[in-house]
């Protein structure tokens, strides 16, 4: 195994035995034995087997904060594109504090299509009726700025352990950047272009170890 | 010109100069279209296919919906060009036929009840027809299904063998599918040892069966090898 490299596997390998661990996202189990369902990382400790997906569209879990769009206004809610095969619903009551009657009021006027939305995952029903909240305390209309989309799974590299890698972004660029979980991530401020070309870089070479480094020095460079 | 008036084994060679067992040279590209979730491009010889790989998206209308598990859509198509004489690009009895077998040789592998309500798209396009487009066309869709992140148990790995002269042969080309006694295509998931295709014409004994599955078994296990591969070159850091 080359060193700068983390190994990669890919569906259908074989992982470990199963041995009482718990079976993670993205393995499946076959006769006491734990196999990988997608190419990517496998992470495997006493207690669980995962493996990390290198690529793949974004499946809701509850309490993931995403960026969403609304692509529809209903009587009492909201329809939000949260890049996902599931359309989430944004009901009224989890997206206004205030008493609304909504035989009066037009909705749109809180929120209204192609507006941009920073929400937390409420609700993931089994059938994948999906609900979002905008009770948190992150949670905020976007106002200005440019989207960028990346592979979901990619995101935890983005943020980095502790959010070290988003935190050098944020402070080489002078950038506002919030990453949602499913993988939109929005940018706002003046030096937004060098923003984007690192997280690209961060998309392309996700896999290797050191990356930090490599963006750290990427960003240094231009100036 | 009927069956076996071509001579298509001479002193142990094949047409194009094979021995009986031997496959062509395969070519395999990953990342080809880079629009689509996952696409591949396999060429086995002269026989060349594409694979492109769209979803899991939702998928409309909305009745064709399964409330428990998502569904897998194959849409196999002969490009004009792809032949001597020229085909005509719409989906004829032999394209629907094809794109239903592909469909129910990769569905054993992917794990669809993990999306409900959804469908995943392969498309394949055949630029390139010189014998084994079904088992080329299957070839590509796994990688560009392992590509576009999908769950799978397993890689699929497809092969065509047949018989020629009384000779068991591998990886038949264009002459030898239309003129061999037997053609049998053949697809497996080589981790698991399961077999999800297997289509046969022309007449065999029961030994002969059995030593031709015993043969594509062994030519899937390489191909399966440079599946793996070309999978893992993807993911390679160049320094």
Redesign the interface.
């Known amino acids: 195994m080359n060193e700068k490299e983390r190994p990669i596997v890919l569906p259908g390998e074989f992982l470990c035995q199963r041995e009482g661990k718990k079976i993670g996202d993205n393995v499946y189990e076959e006769d006491g034995k734990v196999f990988s369902k997608v190419i990517g990382i496998p992470k495997i400790t006493d207690s669980e087997v995962s493996v990390i997906a290198l690529s793949g569209k974004y499946m809701p879990k509850v309490g993931d904060r995403v960026i969403g769009t609304i692509i529809g206004v209903e009587v009492a809610g909201w329809f939000v594109d949260i890049n996902s095969p599931y359309v989430a619903f944004l009901p009224l009551g989890e997206a206004v504090e205030e008493f609304v009657d909504t035989s009066r009021v037009d909705i749109s006027k809180y929120y209204d299509v192609n507006e941009v939305i920073f929400c937390r995952i409420l609700k993931v029903a089994k059938n994948k009726i999906i609900q979002v909240t905008m009770h948190d305390l992150q949670a905020k209309k976007l106002v200005g700025g440019v989207i960028v989309k990346i592979t979901p799974s990619k995101v935890p590299r983005v943020i980095g352990k502790g959010g070290s890698m988003i935190n050098l972004i944020k402070n080489k660029t002078n950038c506002e950047i919030l990453v949602g979980q499913n993988g939109v991530i929005w940018i706002k401020g003046k030096d937004k272009s060098k923003a984007i070309e690192a997280i690209l870089l961060i998309e392309k070479e996700s896999h290797i170890i050191g990356l930090t480094e490599k963006v750290e020095k990427m960003l240094s460079e231009e100036k | 010109m009927k069956r076996g008036e071509v001579k298509l084994l001479a002193e142990g060679k094949r047409i194009d100069g094979r021995k009986p067992e031997e496959m062509r040279n395969v070519e395999i590209k990953v990342d080809v279209i880079s629009r689509s979730?996952?696409s591949a491009e396999v060429a086995f010889g002269r026989t060349r296919v594409l694979a492109s790989v769209y979803?899991?998206?939702?998928l409309y209308p909305k009745y064709l919906q399964e409330?428990e598990t998502g569904i897998l859509r194959c849409r196999y198509s002969m490009a004009p060009f792809s032949v001597d004489e020229r085909k005509s690009p719409a989906p004829d009895r032999r394209s629907i036929e094809l794109s239903k077998v592909i469909r129910l040789a990769l569905e054993p592998a992917i794990?669809l009840e993990?999306?409900?309500?959804?469908v995943v798209d392969v498309y394949l396009e055949v630029i390139e027809a010189d014998g084994s487009t079904r088992v080329t066309g299957i070839n590509a869709s796994s990688l560009a299904l392992?590509?576009?992140?999908?769950?799978?148990?397993?890689?699929v790995c497809a092969c065509s063998v047949g018989k020629i002269d009384n000779t068991l042969i591998l990886d038949l080309n264009g002459k030898e599918d239309n003129y061999s006694e037997v053609d049998m295509a053949f697809a497996m998931?080589p981790?698991?040892g399961k077999i999800t295709l297997l289509q046969m014409d022309g007449l065999v004994t029961k030994e002969e069966l059995k030593k031709l599955i015993e043969m594509a078994k062994s030519a899937c296990e390489k191909i399966y090898e440079m599946q793996?591969n070309a999978?893992?070159e993807k993911?390679?850091?160049s320094?």
């Open positions: 979730d996952g979803g899991p998206r939702t409330h794990f993990d999306f409900p309500k959804t392992a590509l576009a992140g999908i769950p799978m148990r397993d890689l998931m981790g698991k793996k999978l893992r993911y390679k850091v320094e």
